[in-house]
Every structure is written in structure tokens, then in C-alpha cells.
């Protein structure tokens, strides 16, 4: 239950009003060789991300998505979080300015490689995706550039062996929890390729994030989701088998094992499509049939049902 009582701490947000903000010029960067940052996948973890490495890191970052709309929600999104900041006195008006303006978003991969020391992927957990945009970064990356991933459950050695020889080295995983602003958890996962320098830095950069870096082995679901899709997918065997209503299960677990909230809500808010794809890849990986994803999950991600981003999963949202 380690990482359900990690969901459950809540930090406080460092008072960033007294934080100074620098120009790029002048700004010195908290890891070395590290001075602007690629996140690719404005989704709910690339926006968490893309904000904590400019808010805590003081990093310029640039934000790409190949959806046009995806980089608009995430802008409106970031808004939000900042105003709320602002209106908790958490951030100061010209600290939030200073944050929002070095966030960069863009469509283009390609106007990111020449500059980004480190980039960050967080687009779907769809294995052929990542391996074709590690192809790409392989090949295109500044050549001291690390490289990435914050897959939930695809094996780094596979995406490290996409980017190539040379960039293999410079391949790592950032696994950051979710919401990215609030939790301080993420698991540093290194590829049979990792050099120790790559890992070195991921500890360094996520440590400037604001995170706590666990470092875990390239092996299905890693720690976190090792431990917590078998205990959500469980959830959903109870409620497909008529062990409890939705309402008697989350409770249940909420209130009995102190969780912020119940596994049936936090599969809706990680996506049940995230919770399924990373359920497949511990059961192929494993071959053992105690990972097998539950029939409902299956059938709700067919009914696009996929959780809080699409407003309805097991819950409905607004
Ligand atoms: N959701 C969670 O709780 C959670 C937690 C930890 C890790 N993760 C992992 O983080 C990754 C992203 O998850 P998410 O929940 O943010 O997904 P999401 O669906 O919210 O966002 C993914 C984004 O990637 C964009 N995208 C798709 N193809 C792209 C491409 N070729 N180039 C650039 N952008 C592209 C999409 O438009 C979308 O905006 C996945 O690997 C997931 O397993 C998710």
C-alpha cells in the first residue's frame, strides 16, 4: 500500500512569490548542461510536467502536441491551476507571468531538438507511438541531449534500442505520478543502454522539479504500477461480479486504508484506456494470469467510456 499512502500526502506548494524569476540570459540552471527542456504531450501528465519543470526548475520549457487543440486545453488548464495559486496567495501575479511565459507550445517536434538539453515524452501509452517519436529524437536530438520517456509500463530498453546506438545511452524513464503538481513521487527507471551520467541527470532534474525519485528496474509496471493497476483492476472485478456497488468500494477503501480516493475514482482520473494498456503489458510481459485486465475494464474503454478526461468512466464529470 506504499504508493496508495503516497497518493494520500498532499505538499504544500513552496511560496513562489518570493521566488525570483530570471531571463534566459541570465538564468543558471539548477543542473548542470541542462538549460531548456522538450516535454512532447500536452495531456494531463505533459502539462504537469511542462509546469513543474518551469515553476520549480526555473527551466524554459517547450511544449510540444500534434494536436492544435490538445495544446490549447492545456494553456486554459495551466491558467487555472496558476489563478488558483494566485488566489491562495501560493504565487504572486508577476510570479505567474514569469512561469506561464516560459512555456512554449508549439506543434512542431522538430523546432524543439535543436535547443532542449532534456526532453520529457508523455504522449499516449501506445508502444509503436513511442518508439516512432524515440526514432525521431534518436535521430534528430542534440547529441548530448537525454531523452525521456514517462511510460507507464512499456519496456525501456525497447524504446531505448528505437533511438538508436548513440542515443540509446542518453535514454531513461521519468514515470511522474499523477496530478504531476501535487505528487512528489516519480520512479527513475533506467534502460539496459542507461549510462550513469543519463541517470545522474534524471535524478538531478527531477530533484529540481520538486520530486523524490525512486529508482526502480526495467521490468513490467516498474514499483508504482506493479502495485497499483492489480489493486484497481481488482476493484473492477468486484464491481463486475457484484461484490459491491461503485460507491461501496471506493468508500470502502477510502475509509478503511486512508486513500485520498477510492480505486474506481482514481482509474477514472488516471483514463481506464492508461489502466488497460498498462494491465496488457504486465499480463503479455509477466505471462501470468494474476494481471489478467478485468472484461468490464476492456468493455469500458470500447464504449470510449475512458474516465474523467472524456467526462464520463465509472463516475460522470461535468
Ligand atoms: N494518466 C496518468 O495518471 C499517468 C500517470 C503516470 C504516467 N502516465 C503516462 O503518461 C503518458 C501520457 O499520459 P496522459 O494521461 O497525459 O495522456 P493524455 O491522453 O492525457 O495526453 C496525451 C497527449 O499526447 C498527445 N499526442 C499524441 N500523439 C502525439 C505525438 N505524436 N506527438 C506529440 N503529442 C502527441 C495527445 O494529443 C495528447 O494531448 C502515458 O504514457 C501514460 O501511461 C499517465
Known sequence: MAAL??????????????????????RQSAVEGINSVGVIGAGQMGLGIALVAARQAN???????????????????????????????????SAAASIKS????????????ASADFFIEAVPEIESLKLSIFRELGATAKPTAILATNTSSISITKIAAAAGPSAGPRVVATHFMNPVPVQPGVEIISALQTSPDTLAKALALTSAMGKTPSKSADTPGFIANRILMPYINEA????????????????????????????????????????????????RDTGDSKYRP??????????????KKCGKGFYEYK
Open 59 to 93: 527551466l524554459p520549457v517547450t511544449l510540444i502536441d500534434t494536436s492544435q487543440s490538445s495544446l490549447d486545453n492545456a494553456l486554459t488548464f495551466l491558467d487555472k491551476l496558476l489563478a488558483k495559486d494566485i488566489a491562495k496567495s501560493r504565487l504572486t501575479e
Open 236 to 283: 473492477v472485478i468486484c464491481l463486475e461480479t457484484g461484490v459491491g456497488a461503485r460507491e461501496d468500494i471506493d468508500s470502502m477503501m477510502k475509509n478503511g486504508t486512508g486513500v485520498p480516493m477510492g480505486p474506481l475514482q482514481l482509474a477514472d482520473f488516471i483514463g481506464l484506456d492508461t489502466c488497460l494498456a498498462i494491465m496488457g503489458v504486465l499480463y
Open 5 to 26: 499512502r503516497l497518493a494520500a500526502r498532499r505538499v504544500p506548494m513552496p511560496l513562489l512569490g518570493v521566488r525570483s524569476f530570471t531571463s534566459t540570459a541570465l
Open 294 to 307: 478485468s472484461v468490464l475494464l476492456q468493455r469500458m474503454v470500447d464504449a470510449g467510456w475512458v474516465g
Open 102 to 113: 516560459l512555456i512554449t507550445p508549439t506543434t512542431s517536434l522538430a523546432s524543439a531538438t
